[in-house]
């Protein structure tokens, strides 16, 4: 399948925090915080009703990556955790034989309170992925023109 603009790399699936799926053991939010913030961005215009709740971290080390223009920028959105705001750029997936699309996630670090992650990391909401893990090593598609990895 041909992608208009979008620009191949490969990333390695590594942990995250736990606090976006609600798996650590010390995380405030019930559920996550994916879940609790997936009804704001519905509202907002962006539905990821199909994403899993909890993000896929992918880390591109050595390279690293900014988001230049955003498909979505949710400025100081509110949401049952605070006031953040978050941009998301649509990318594709390709890990064993079925494709899949998903969502870059940044939630600015000018307005998250803690949990940061390093630029080489992206943190990607999307459907469940059958058989990855840590360690997986994962193709994500990013659209040139709103993401540069450098």
Known sequence: MAYH???WHT????????????QAVDCPYPGGSIRLQKPCFLE?????SECFN???NLSIF?????LISPEFTFSELFWPGGCETFSFSRCYLNYGEIPASGWIYYPHSETKPDHLHPDHVME?????LQGISYGSLLAVGIKADEVLIR
């Open 5 to 7: 603009g979008v620009v």
């Open 11 to 22: 990333g390695r699936v590594v942990k995250g925090y736990g606090v976006a799926s609600g």
């Open 44 to 48: 907002a215009g962006l539905d990821l």
């Open 54 to 56: 909890g993000t896929l």
């Open 62 to 66: 050595p390279s690293s990556f900014k």
């Open 124 to 128: 990607i909401l999307a459907p469940r």
